[in-house]
Structure formats: structure tokens, C-alpha cells
């Protein structure tokens, strides 16, 4: 029996029809993307409230006409809040996607995971190298980006590289560096 | 694109990760039956392998892996990992599928291929149906099963020779003296 006979031999076993109602029964199992969306949806809302009421806050004591300056400060703070919070949810992805650190190639120790959104990489005969995606914070750069499921940015003169085993960021974000010897 | 798909999926989307199965789903299912012989249980293994994307140890790395090859392995680790339990008597047997009424209604040779690929080592039989009935190439079945490609050319070759075997009574000489 040469090959192409065996083939048509292999051939002749059919799957049968697929069972009906496969897909309403995945999608019955879903409860848990459900949860996160209302929980996502519930973030905002909450922000959203918050600084609402700050606001009205501030506008009722504020006695006379600064109040655009005021408005214009209340908006930075909470621009930035935004951008922490979104910075601590990457942290938090990155935490749970088992990164790979690698400086000039060279594997080296985990990150460490600090407050405010921030991660920590040692960087041997460097010291530590705090990164974040939050810019306008005092005494931090801009040396690198956030793409995909990777993190790279500049550590002196080595380059870094973390690797996570699933996307972190939707679109490219820039990383803002702080060099602690 | 399946890994835009699947970072949507990853948010919570429903929608994204039911577009991702109906992409993928029915050769998922084949495979999977192929493997267990029983429908029920190879629905029950895909539902499993869409669930555990969303799930937070998801190992899925779209810039080292196509979302279908992953997919595959999936089915085939919990293929793996529900035969183990068997073993062990930890899981009930398969209600299979093939049934007296439904054999009676296949053809007598489906029914022997059946059978023979049933009765091929695990390892041979994964390998065998991920090349012929699925059609991928050496090295996307090596990524799956986690073998070097010369150990996937090796386990086919052994698991066609044996076919050849098994299915001897059906080759061309003896179909034309039925």
C-alpha cells in the first residue's frame, strides 16, 4: 500500500456534525468577562464622581476670580490620577504575565514591584532602575517604550529588556526611567 | 486578527472571544474528537481551552506562537491531562459516541480506521492526526507536542507503518476482490 492509498483509506474516517448549541453553551460559561467589564465600567464611574464632588468643592470655597486656575490644577490632578491608575494596572499586568528580564541579552533577576505603579530593575554593577508610564513626574525620563508584551528602555549604557508572556498594552506607551545607584 | 481579538477577549469582551471561537472552534472540535472519540468530551476540552485565555496564568505570547497552534496544544495537554485521570481512576470513562446504532450506519471501513488510530500509542496518534486530518507541517505539530520535528517525522512514519498494517485488509488488492 503506497502512500496515497493509505490517504484515501485515512480519508474515509469523518468527524460527524459538530453538536448543536456549542457556542450558547460557551458563552454560558462566560460569567467572569461579564464581572470584569461591569467592574471596569464601575472604575470609571467612580473616578468620574470623585472628581466631580472635588470640584464643586473647590468652586465653593474659591472667594474670588482664580477659579479657571483652580479648574486648570483640578484637571492636571486629575489627568495625572488617570495616568497612575492606568500605570498601576500595567504594573499589575506585568506582575501576572511572568516577566523575563534581560540586560544586553543576559537574563538576570525578576523585577520588583513597588507603590505607586512602579517596577524595579537591577541592573548588575548599576544598581536600580525604577521605571514608570506616567510622565511629568519630577526626576523622571523618558528612556523607553512599552510595546506589545515587551518592556525596553535604556539603563545607563546597557539596554533592558522585559519580556512578558502576553500583551500588557494595547498601543505604545513611552517609559519614564529613574536611575537609583 | 486573532491576537487583537484575544487582547479584547483578555479585557472581557464576550463578544471578542466568541468571534475568536467561531473562528477556530470547529477545527478545535475535530481535532478534539479525533482524539477522544467522543463529542461530548471533546466539547468539554474546547470550552476549556477558550476559558483558560481569559484565565490570569494564560501562557498565550502572540510575538512567539499563532493563536491556533496554542490553541492546539491546549486541546492536546487537557487531552493528555484527562487520560492521566483516567488512568489513575479519577475521572469517569468517556460516553462515547460511537455507539452499536451509530457504528451500524458508518462504513465498515471508517469504522476500521477507527479503530486502528484508537489503538495507536498516544504518541503516535496525535502526531498522526495533527498531520493528516489537520494538515500542518512538521514544525507547528513539533511546537504543539513539544518534540524536536525529527521526533514528529519519526512518530508519523512509525504511526502510518502501522496503519498500513492495520488497515491492510482494505488495500487496493483486497477492494477489488469484495
Redesign the interface.
Known amino acids: 500500500m503506497n502512500d496515497d492509498e493509505l490517504d484515501r483509506l485515512l480519508d474515509a474516517w469523518e468527524p460527524p456534525p459538530p453538536p448543536v448549541g456549542v457556542r450558547k453553551r460557551l458563552r454560558a460559561r462566560l460569567p467572569q468577562a461579564e464581572q470584569r467589564r461591569f467592574t471596569h465600567w464601575r472604575r470609571w464611574a467612580l473616578l468620574i464622581a470623585v472628581a466631580s464632588a472635588t470640584l464643586a468643592i473647590s468652586l465653593g470655597q474659591s472667594t474670588d476670580t482664580q477659579w479657571p486656575i483652580q479648574f486648570t490644577r483640578l484637571y492636571d490632578w486629575l489627568i495625572q490620577n488617570i495616568d497612575i491608575w492606568r500605570a498601576g494596572e500595567i504594573r499589575d499586568r506585568v506582575r501576572l504575565s511572568d516577566p523575563k528580564v534581560y540586560v544586553d541579552e543576559q537574563l538576570v533577576s525578576p523585577p520588583n514591584y513597588g507603590p505607586a505603579a512602579k517596577i524595579s530593575v537591577s541592573v548588575p554593577g548599576d544598581g536600580v532602575y525604577s521605571i514608570i508610564s506616567v510622565p511629568g513626574i519630577t526626576g523622571w525620563v523618558e528612556n523607553g517604550r512599552i510595546h506589545g508584551s515587551v518592556i525596553e528602555f535604556k539603563a545607563g549604557n546597557k539596554q533592558v529588556r522585559i519580556e512578558c508572556n502576553k500583551p500588557i498594552v494595547q498601543s505604545d506607551l513611552p517609559v519614564f526611567v529613574r536611575h537609583q545607584p | 486578527m486573532p ?1 487583537q481579538l ?2 479584547e ?6 463578544k471578542s ?2 468571534r475568536l ?2 473562528d477556530h ?2 477545527r478545535l ?2 481535532f478534539a ?2 482524539l477522544t472519540g467522543s ?1 461530548a468530551d471533546a ?1 468539554d476540552i ?2 476549556e481551552c ?2 483558560a485565555l ?1 484565565r ?8 512567539r506562537t499563532p493563536i491556533l497552534t496554542y490553541l492546539f496544544g491546549v486541546v492536546r495537554n487537557q487531552w493528555l491531562k484527562r487520560l492521566r485521570l483516567r488512568e489513575q481512576g479519577e475521572a469517569p470513562e468517556s460516553i462515547d ?1 460511537r455507539t452499536p446504532e ?1 457504528e451500524a450506519v458508518r ?1 465498515e ?2 469504522a476500521a ?2 479503530k486502528a ?1 484508537a489503538e495507536l500509542p498516544e504518541s503516535q496518534r496525535e502526531v498522526l492526526v495533527l498531520a ?2 489537520e494538515q500542518l507541517p512538521l514544525a507547528e505539530i513539533a511546537e504543539i507536542t513539544n518534540l524536536e520535528p525529527t521526533a514528529v517525522k519519526s512518530r508519523l512514519q512509525r504511526a ?1 507503518a502501522t ?2 498494517e492495520s ?2 485488509a ?3 488488492q483486497t477492494e477489488r476482490s469484495i
Not at chain 2, 477577549?9 to 464576550?14: C, D, K, L, N
Not at chain 2, 490570569?56 to 510575538?63: D, I, L, S, W
Open positions: 491576537e484575544l487582547r477577549a483578555e479585557s472581557g469582551r464576550q472571544l466568541m471561537s467561531d472552534h470547529l472540535l475535530r474528537w479525533r463529542m466539547e474546547v470550552q477558550f476559558l481569559l490570569p496564568g494564560c501562557t498565550f505570547n502572540p510575538a459516541s451509530t462504513s471501513l471508517a480506521v477507527a488510530i493528516h486530518y502510518r496503519m498500513r488497515l491492510a482494505f488495500g487496493p
